[in-house]
C-alpha cells in the first residue's frame, strides 16, 4: 500500500476493512488510514464496554438497530456490500439500487455505503432529490420498515425471529499476532563445499581413465 502511494492521500479517505482487531492496529500509525471493524454476526444490542473496545482500534461495521449507540461513542457505521445485480437486491427495497442507498443514508444515517458500484452511490449523493430537507416535488424516499411485508398474506410472513444477540467485548478483542519467523538461508561454506567435492570427484575420474589407457598400451606391446 505504501508503494502505492496509498498512505500520502490528500483527497481521497483510505479505510482498512478487517474483522481482526489485531490486524487493524498495524495500521494505527498512518494518519490517512481509517479502520473499520467488521462485525460479521448480527447483534441487537450494543453495550458500552465492547463499544469501547471497539474504539481502540478501528470503527464498527453495522446495518441493525445499534447504529445509533455507536454513533452515540462517536463511531462511525458504514454498511457493506451493497449491488446493482437484481438478485442481490432485498425486495424490501423494491429491487431498486437508488432506494437502498437512500434507506441506509438518510434513513438510518449511516456514515457511508461501499459499494461495487460507486457511479450508482455518485449519482444519488449528486442528487437534490437525495435531500429530504430540500422540500423538493419529488424527493428519493427511503422504504419504511416492515412495508412490504405487512401487505404479504399470512401465508408468506415468515416466522417471528429470536432477539439477536447483545455485542461482547469476546466479538471485538483479537488475540495478538505471532511473530514473523526468520528464514534461514544457505551459508556460502556448504556451497563452497559441494564444489570442491564436484572438482574431486572430476579429478579421481580423470585419473582412473588414464590408468585404463595405459594398461591397454602396455598389453599391446608397446
Do not use: W
Given at each position: 500500500m505504501s508503494n502505492a502511494t496509498f498512505d500520502k492521500q490528500s483527497t481521497q479517505e483510505v479505510l482498512i476493512l478487517f474483522d481482526d482487531t489485531s490486524v487493524l492496529s498495524k495500521f494505527q500509525g498512518v494518519p490517512m488510514y481509517k479502520m473499520v471493524l467488521l462485525l460479521k454476526n448480527d447483534i441487537g444490542d450494543a453495550p458500552k464496554q465492547p463499544v469501547e473496545e471497539i474504539k481502540n482500534d478501528g470503527f464498527a461495521l453495522s446495518t441493525t438497530k445499534v447504529v445509533q449507540e455507536l454513533q452515540n461513542a462517536s463511531l462511525s457505521v458504514f454498511v457493506?456490500?451493497?449491488?446493482?445485480?437484481?438478485?442481490?437486491?432485498?425486495?424490501?427495497?423494491?429491487?431498486?439500487?437508488t432506494?437502498?442507498?437512500?434507506?441506509?443514508?438518510?434513513?438510518?444515517?449511516?456514515?457511508?455505503?461501499m459499494t461495487e458500484y460507486p457511479a450508482t452511490a455518485s449519482r444519488y449523493f449528486r442528487n437534490p432529490c437525495s435531500d429530504p430537507n430540500a422540500n423538493l416535488q419529488y424527493p428519493i424516499l427511503p422504504i419504511e420498515p416492515g412495508s412490504l411485508v405487512n401487505i404479504l398474506s399470512k401465508q408468506l410472513q415468515l416466522e417471528a425471529r429470536a432477539p439477536s444477540q447483545s455485542l461482547t467485548p469476546a466479538e471485538v478483542i483479537d488475540p495478538p499476532l505471532p511473530a514473523v519467523p526468520k528464514i534461514t538461508t544457505t551459508t556460502p561454506e556448504a556451497s563452497a563445499t559441494t564444489s570442491n567435492g564436484v572438482a574431486r570427484v572430476a579429478n579421481t575420474s580423470l585419473s582412473s581413465l588414464v590408468a585404463i589407457v595405459l594398461l591397454s598400451l602396455l598389453s599391446m606391446g608397446y
Amino acid at each position: 500500500m505504501s508503494n502505492a502511494t496509498f498512505d500520502k492521500q490528500s483527497t481521497q479517505e483510505v479505510l482498512i476493512l478487517f474483522d481482526d482487531t489485531s490486524v487493524l492496529s498495524k495500521f494505527q500509525g498512518v494518519p490517512m488510514y481509517k479502520m473499520v471493524l467488521l462485525l460479521k454476526n448480527d447483534i441487537g444490542d450494543a453495550p458500552k464496554q465492547p463499544v469501547e473496545e471497539i474504539k481502540n482500534d478501528g470503527f464498527a461495521l453495522s446495518t441493525t438497530k445499534v447504529v445509533q449507540e455507536l454513533q452515540n461513542a462517536s463511531l462511525s457505521v458504514f454498511v457493506q456490500v451493497l449491488r446493482n445485480e437484481f438478485i442481490s437486491l432485498t425486495f424490501d427495497y423494491y429491487a431498486d439500487p437508488t432506494i437502498e442507498i437512500a434507506t441506509y443514508t438518510t434513513g438510518l444515517h449511516l456514515n457511508g455505503v461501499m459499494t461495487e458500484y460507486p457511479a450508482t452511490a455518485s449519482r444519488y449523493f449528486r442528487n437534490p432529490c437525495s435531500d429530504p430537507n430540500a422540500n423538493l416535488q419529488y424527493p428519493i424516499l427511503p422504504i419504511e420498515p416492515g412495508s412490504l411485508v405487512n401487505i404479504l398474506s399470512k401465508q408468506l410472513q415468515l416466522e417471528a425471529r429470536a432477539p439477536s444477540q447483545s455485542l461482547t467485548p469476546a466479538e471485538v478483542i483479537d488475540p495478538p499476532l505471532p511473530a514473523v519467523p526468520k528464514i534461514t538461508t544457505t551459508t556460502p561454506e556448504a556451497s563452497a563445499t559441494t564444489s570442491n567435492g564436484v572438482a574431486r570427484v572430476a579429478n579421481t575420474s580423470l585419473s582412473s581413465l588414464v590408468a585404463i589407457v595405459l594398461l591397454s598400451l602396455l598389453s599391446m606391446g608397446y
